[in-house]
């Protein structure tokens, strides 16, 4: 909870709306016998006709009125939920814009929550770039100009609408970092940091669950004929391949198919398969 006001009154008022449920309810249900005693009434010839046609506008009267009150407990409620102000994820806040108890003017903003989950880096790009770009793409991001102590993003997505024109705005998730970093800083971001190089990928059916959400490990065939198993950083994963951000290396192989049935150090063949097809079908 963020931030609350006096629960009273809106307490109050929907104890009200309550009790007057309660009456209409019970209204209806004694207004609706009486239209039911007034027609066997009228069967049996003791009543006039308009006396069971008054009955029954009462019943139908008092039905109205139920829903009424029954709208009106449903308005309460409404009334007593927005006297608590409710994040809408879990986080914490970082900046407060208004004092308690100041009367600020409709829709001024007075928190900054910052999420708990995976962090994300917000990056203006150049109209012509941003053409080439597409989720799960790979940048580099770095506090100073060399580029050290930097680390890995993902493209996670990419704004339709140009801002003045000149670019548009790219939102960048987090794969690695060093330690959790401070909400509002600014950062250098490399799109394309291996320039020329396409991504590792390998088949999700190669990959084991890692100790983080984007991290996973895979069997890596080794020279000597064994596996050895090794941690890798996961980008995003798409049409069934998943990015590796890194951990492998290119011409590394990895285990795709029986990984279940192996150790760390044992010793496998090679897959060559028995049959080639040449010309004609076979």
Known sequence: MLASVDRQPAQLRLQEAQASLRLARAQAVERELNYQRQKRLLAAGSVAQSVVESALASSEQAKAEQVRAQAE????????????????????????????????????????????????????????????????????????????????????????????????????????????LPSGITLLVQMHPDTGTQPLSVPVQALWMGTGSNSAEVFVYQPGGTVALRSVSLGTVKDGRALIASGLAVGERVVTAGAAFLQDGETVTLFQPGTRLNGGTQ
Do not use: Y
């Open 73 to 180: 407990q449903a308005l309460a409620h409404r009334e007593l939920d927005r006297t608590r102000l409710i994040a809408p994820f879990a986080g914490r806040v970082v900046a407060r814009h208004a004092q308690p108890r100041t009367v600020l003017p409709a829709g001024q903003v007075v928190l900054d929550i910052e999420s708990a989950a995976g962090q994300e880096v917000v990056a203006a790009v150049p109209l012509a770039l941003a053409e080439t770009l597409k989720p799960g793409d790979l940048a580099r991001a770095s506090s100073t100009a060399d580029g050290t102590s930097g680390f890995d993003l993902a493209l996670e997505g990419i704004s339709p609408r140009a801002d003045d024109g000149l670019v548009r705005t790219a939102v960048f998730r987090v794969l690695r970092p060093a330690s959790r």
